[in-house]
């Protein structure tokens, strides 16, 4: 009888711990917005505090911030994996051709980091959170909405990546149209999560290198805009010269992109791909929506954030809460 008990326990205890892992493996393993309410309520006002007081003098620090987000997330899901240096073990993410000379804003991290932890008393929130949180600060205080969308959270880190995972997932500017959709499409993200998270594209800057194509060979490009940007950036040379995602107001968050994209000055190939393709016509019209609504642009730029704060994060018993994030545990 006893032993029946026993074994029928043991059964149960073992349903419950496969139940768990599964749970927890599942892509979509819950994150929660309240989730250091009780372990460390201090970690989101520090972070907004120190971004806050960054962008005072600094406001491009709020584009490197985004785009670290959007990156961490391409790659393997939102899990700290592009703050990894290179180990012995491994070759990172931040040699990898689309962060290389062009991803910036690691050092921000480590000092949110340090700080998050010294208030918690020891370390508590991740990386890959921070990541979140530093994000949607960013672009609220750039312009966006003051009170906007809740950051979900208990991602955990990542304690390995690949620079070849980067290589092969992060989009890249020549992309045309169909590219960027399956691009996205490979994410979970679909044409409208595509055209809003672009809009990301309204803050921050770009080098010459970047545009270069686009501003000689594009027709699809206002004459005058293009000629414009040759004078920064040389059929030959002049590389790492910067120009602003967005021409018009360069360090607020709005949505005169998608206005640029209507007048044909998208500072990107992709960026122009999203408008007057010729090939998709919902595109075109979530552009001109954006570009005549700021306030359907954040609203719907907040749910899109969610989803891809949602890609693939580890939770629970996977990963680790790193106490640098330059370096797993
Ligand atoms: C749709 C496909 C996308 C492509 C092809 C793309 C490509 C690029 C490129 C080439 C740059 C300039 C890099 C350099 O000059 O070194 C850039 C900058 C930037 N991207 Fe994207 N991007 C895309 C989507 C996104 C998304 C979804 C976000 C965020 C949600 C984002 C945020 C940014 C920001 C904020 C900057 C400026 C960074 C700074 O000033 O430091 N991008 N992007
Ligand atoms: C990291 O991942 C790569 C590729 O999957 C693997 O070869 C390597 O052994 C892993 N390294 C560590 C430290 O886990
Ligand atoms: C987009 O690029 C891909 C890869 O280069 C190509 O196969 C495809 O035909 C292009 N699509 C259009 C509509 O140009
Ligand atoms: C323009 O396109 C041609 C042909 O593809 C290419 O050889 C050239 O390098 C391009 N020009 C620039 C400035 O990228």
Redesign the pocket.
């Known amino acids: 009888m006893a032993s029946h008990h026993i074994q029928y326990f043991i059964v149960l205890l073992m349903a419950t711990l496969f139940i768990t892992i599964q749970s927890h493996s599942h892509s979509h393993a819950k994150l929660t917005p309240d989730f250091y309410n009780n372990v460390c309520p201090q970690a989101l006002p520090i972070i907004k505090s120190i971004v806050s007081q960054k962008l005072n003098f600094k406001p491009r620090m709020g584009a490197h911030l985004l785009r670290l987000h959007f990156h961490d997330c391409f790659v393997n899901g939102c899990d700290g994996s592009i703050l990894l240096d290179d ?1 012995p ?2 070759i990172g993410e931040k040699s990898a051709s689309g962060n290389v000379d062009s991803v910036k804003g690691y050092m921000l991290v480590d000092i949110i980091k340090a700080a998050v932890d010294k208030a918690c008393k020891g370390p508590v929130v991740s990386c890959a959170d921070i990541l979140a949180v530093a994000a949607r600060d960013s672009v609220s205080i750039l312009g966006g909405p003051t009170y906007w969308y809740e950051v979900l959270l208990g991602r955990r880190d990542a ?4 620079k070849e995972a980067a290589e092969l997932y992060l989009p890249s500017q020549l992309f045309n149209f169909s590219q960027l959709v399956s691009n996205f499409k490979s994410q979970g993200l679909n044409l409208k999560d595509l055209v809003t998270l672009s809009g990301a594209h309204t803050i921050g800057m770009a080098r010459c290198s970047t545009f270069k194509d686009r501003i000689y060979n594009d027709t699809n490009i206002d004459p005058n805009f293009a000629i414009s940007l040759q004078q920064n950036c040389p059929i030959k040379g002049g590389d790492d010269n910067m120009e602003a995602l967005d021409y018009v107001t360069p360090e607020k968050f709005d949505n005169s992109y998608y206005k640029n994209l209507v007048s044909k000055k998208g500072l990107f190939h992709s960026d122009q791909e999203l408008f007057n393709n010729g090939i998709d016509c919902e595109s075109d019209m979530l552009v001109e929506l954006y570009s005549g609504d700021s306030n359907v642009f954040a609203r719907n730029f907040g749910t899109s954030m969610i989803k891809m704060g949602n890609i693939k994060p580890l939770t629970g018993i996977f990963g680790e809460i790193r106490t640098d994030c330059t370096k ?1 545990n």
């Open positions: 180990t073990n491994f304690r390995n990546t690949t797993v």
